[in-house]
């Protein structure tokens, strides 16, 4: 049997990108060959192993072939016949094909290098059109290297269109998609994602209401997520940037936000913090003109009392909005010690003067409100 680097590892190395994770491939061996050199196969369908000691993922040389609609229709063929060339030929961008033997020769029969050099993303062969999930990988990788001037080949975005076109990237689900889009919304120019999706009519199918949003303020809107990038933040605020004007569309409202991460099974977090942005952006705008009972809905619903950061992220958000706009967000300081006047109020020295139950309750509010009154009318003066 040989074995052969693939995919990411030999790309990142030409690059002099560093290499996370290796991916091997075998050829000319059996399932039952690699068992016995002590391989542990991992999954029923896919011909894959972990190795022994690095736990390095190991697959056998294989040919696919689609069999229906959408992802996971593929019927796989491994066998010890199967040359590194076929298995290569299946593979997504012709900067993913090559492949590296022990002594550190790069095989690329598909023109990876001379993409890799040109900068280009271009996929393999007509066949790429045949697993919607390539689409999001393509866009989630012009994100990734668009600050080394790569770029989608042409011929490759038409294949991207058609695929949009065809109906295929609904087939996907839910899972595999914010997986891809989770770590493209991560890599340097999330911006970059978003506008690939959008150009080859994929962004409309996978997330409709964003699209709809870019019709209505493009500009913005990647100018937010670029920034988001630049600030190094995490996921939740780069996706409640991205949603954070959804409500306001024509038709809209704070329930298509929560649709669409229902819809596509967001994370908890993301979740949230979308929504907490969607809703609360224009009333926290006003901040100081704001009655203090109104505020202190406000900082109940972002729960100040238990989940402190949670505001903190809406003010990154509502800050990084600003700024790409050309201004500030002056409002920090006010919800800052708004948060701070509405914490320092302690339940303990209600209960020592004998509140308990649902009188304590109303105390704390009441206490709380009154703090609000005072840090406004002191913030004003
Ligand atoms: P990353 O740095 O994100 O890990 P990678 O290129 O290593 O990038 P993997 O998802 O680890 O990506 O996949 C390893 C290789 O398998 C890819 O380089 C590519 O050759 C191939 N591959 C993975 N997913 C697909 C797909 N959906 N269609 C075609 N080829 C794929
Ligand atoms: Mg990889």
Redesign the pocket.
Known sequence: MQIYK????V??RLLGRPV??I?WVVVGASTEEMIAQGFKPVGADFPVFLHPRSGEEYALARTERKSGRG?GGFVFHASPDVTLEQD?I????T???MAEDAEGEVIDPYGGRADLEARVLRH?SPA?AE?P??VL?VA??AA?YAPLGFQVADDTLALMRTLAESGELEALTAERSWKEIS?ALMEARPDVFISTLRRCGALEKLLPEVDALLHVNGDHVLNVLQRCADEQTDLPIRWASLLRNVADLPGCNIDTIDTLNRRGKVPRDCQELSRLVGEFHGPAAAATALPPADLLDILQRFDVYRRPQRLEDFLQVEHINAQALGSNYPQTAYLRGATKAVRDVQPAALMAKGFKGAALGEALSAARLEALETFKREYTQ
Request: no cysteine.
């Open positions: 693939v995919g990411g590892a790309r990142d996370t994770d991916d992802y290569l299946r593979r997504d961008l900067i993913n094909a393999v790429f697993d999930l390539r990988r989630r990788f990734r770590r």
